[in-house]
């Protein structure tokens, strides 16, 4: 994102939430998932960084410790996303965990948490299996998961963007 891009989406989502933004979006597309998902760990976090660089800008690095303030500063001696990570880090990303709940092969059309599943492991098995996907029906039909099904092993069925952060 260039610096204009960042003021106007990651600023708005951190100022108004999700409404403002998803109001100028698609609600299906990628992008409004990334904003929704954005705003989950913008209320948990005490801290977020998000480094960006399109090809023909600067390296940009907006940040916010909440609280409805942001930072964007421009890093025109690094412009390099190779070493480059996202703060979502520790006891943060754990308070997000305990929030976040996904379908299961076992759940049907409701959602659980990631503790539900773990009360529900069978005695001997040693994994959390998950996978992930478009939509929940690709991650169902996927052939990648026959033999645990097979084995009656729950899987967890991860669609959301935001998983992503949490794997």
Aim: charged content about 30%; aromatic content about 10%.
């Amino acid at each position: 994102m260039t610096e204009t891009e960042m003021i106007n989406n990651l600023g708005t989502i951190a100022k108004s939430g999700t409404k403002i933004f998803k109001s100028t979006m698609d609600c299906d597309s990628m992008i409004d998932k990334f904003g929704i998902g954005f705003y989950s760990v913008y209320l948990v976090a005490d801290k977020i960084v998000v480094t960006s660089k399109r090809y023909d800008d600067d390296l940009y690095e907006w940040e916010s410790n909440s609280h409805q303030r942001y930072s964007i500063r421009c890093d025109r001696t690094n412009n390099s996303m190779e070493h480059q990570t996202g703060h979502l880090r520790g006891h943060n990303r754990d308070k997000l965990a305990r929030l976040l709940k996904s379908r299961t092969s076992a759940s049907g059309d409701e959602a659980c948490s990631l503790q539900d599943y773990i009360n529900r492991m069978k005695k001997n098995q040693r994994y959390i299996y998950f996978i992930a996907g478009e939509n929940i029906k690709q991650v169902e039909d996927s052939v990648f998961i026959e033999a645990l099904k097979m084995r009656d092993i729950e899987v967890i069925y991860m669609t959301d963007p935001i998983d992503e952060f949490m794997r």
